[in-house]
Structures are given as structure tokens and as C-alpha cells.
């Protein structure tokens, strides 16, 4: 296995997103924790990687850094060649679309959710938005539609909605890049599925870069980075890593069934 999760097509390109040797060393009160150690990834323009780990193998971490919202204790992450460090916080909002592990709304309306942060909103594209993310139907059902209130942190929605809404947010603002950290936890398959598919349609020139729990979610990514204890342990196609990643394959035979596996 290479040392870098490398793809073919970075070879010959240069990536769009690229991380290098980038260590995270996070200090708490039991001492000292290194949640990445080492981790390089380059991912080219329209690529979709997913990275699959069990808990706490610093998935999240990997996904601060290549945002740029959280500057590694080593190494660096690149945007188009250019390090992170040297772009403004506008112009990496512009390219990079993030969806954290927790979703937070803002007190306003669904529409100004989905738009925040832009002053000349377009309600066709806050609605695009929202087809694309499976909110539609709930916000349909809404008396007051787009313009319905949200309570501060989402209070008034469930769990789903403000995942979806908060989906709607990245996609809104069509970057080039996506990068969703167990964005998907708390729809049932079938919307999974359902944004998944959207996403497939509506951003397919985009860059992504998924963390999922579920093996479903990301079984058909261009190539998954297998994390463990802050390190690439296997990467590939869902087939090659259950062939040749014991990791992965632990973690599919805990999801799926005898007959999924052997499809
Ligand atoms: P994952 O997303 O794969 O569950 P994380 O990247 O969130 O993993 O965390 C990796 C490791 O770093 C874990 O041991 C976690 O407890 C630790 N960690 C994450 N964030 C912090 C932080 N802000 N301060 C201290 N330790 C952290
Ligand atoms: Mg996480």
C-alpha cells in the first residue's frame, strides 16, 4: 500500500485538496492525545473520498484541518496549491462548503438558514438548496413555508431537519468543495440515499469529502481512506477493502448483511 492515500488521477494533476503529513496533538486533562499522525490525502477535482474509522480515530480532526478551521500542530493542507494559512476566511467560506458533526441552525427563518451569511439572497437557489438536501417536504407542510422561525440553535426542529437544513447551507452557496463530517447520521437510508443521489445530480463538479459511520453512506465513494488511531490503514474501492483491510472489513460484517457482503 502506498504511504500516501494517492489516486490516479492526482498523479497526473495537481489535487484540488491536499493534505501533508499533517499531525494533530490535542492537550486535555488525561495528557496528551495524537488524533492525526502522519496523515496525507490528496483528492482531485470532482473526486468523491469518504474515510471510515471507528470512533475517535480523528475523522473530525482530518476534516478541521482540510477546512482550514483548525490549523495542524504539523504539517499542511493545500486548496488548489495554495496552503490554507494563505487564504482570507471568505475566500475559503467561497470554495470549501462544511457540514460539521453538529448541525446549528441561528434564530431567523429557514431561508435565512440556508442563505446565512449572504446578503443578496436568491430564493431559487435557497429552494434548489433544500430539494437537494430532502427538506422540502417538511418545510412544504409549514404554514409559513421558507419564511418559517427557527429558534435559536434549532431548538423548533427535529434532529433530521436541522442535518437537512444544514446540508441546504453548504450547497447553497455551490462550493467547489464539500466536505460533510457525519452529515447523514440522523436521516433514515432512504433520505441518505435520497441526498446522496441529489448531491450526485446537483454538485457533481464539486469535490467531496465525506465521513459517514455507515458503511452504506460511503460504499459507493471513488475511494475510501480507512482511518485508525490517527493513521491511513487501508484505502481503496468498498471491494478492495474488504478484501484487504482488516479494519474495514470488521467494520462492514458489524453493518451489513451475509448477502450485502458477498454482492
Ligand atoms: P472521530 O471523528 O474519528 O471520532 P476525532 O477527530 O473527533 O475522532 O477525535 C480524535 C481523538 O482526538 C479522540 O481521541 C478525541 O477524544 C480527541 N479530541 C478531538 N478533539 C479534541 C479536542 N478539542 N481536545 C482534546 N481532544 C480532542
Ligand atoms: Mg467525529
Sequence with gaps: MPDAATCGACAAASPKLE???????????????????????????????????????????????????????EGEVLVDGVNVRDYTLKALRDKIGYVPQQSFLFKG??????????????????KTACDVAQATEFIDKKDKKYDSGIAQGGSNVSGGQKQRL??????YRHPEILIFDDSFSALDFKTDRAVR?????EAKDSTKLIVAQRIGTIMNADRIIVL??????????????????????????SQLSEDELNR
Design 19 to 73: 493534505l501533508r503529513g499533517v499531525c494533530q496533538r490535542y492537550r486535555g486533562s488525561r495528557g496528551e492525545t495524537l488524533a492525526l499522525d502522519g496523515f496525507d490525502l490528496r483528492v482531485a477535482a470532482h473526486e468523491s473520498v469518504a474515510i471510515l474509522g471507528p470512533s475517535g480515530c480523528g475523522k473530525s480532526t482530518s476534516l478541521l484541518a482540510a477546512c482550514g478551521l483548525q490549523h495542524p500542530t
Design 109 to 126: 427563518t429557514i431561508a435565512s438558514n440556508v442563505a446565512y451569511g449572504d446578503t443578496e439572497r436568491n430564493d431559487a437557489d435557497v
Design 166 to 171: 444544514s446540508i441546504a447551507r453548504a450547497v
Design 197 to 201: 443521489d441529489a448531491l450526485e445530480r
Design 228 to 253: 485508525d488511531d490517527g493513521k491511513v490503514v487501508g484505502q481503496g474501492t468498498h471491494h478492495e477493502l474488504l478484501d484487504n483491510c482488516e479494519v474495514y472489513r470488521q467494520i462492514a460484517e
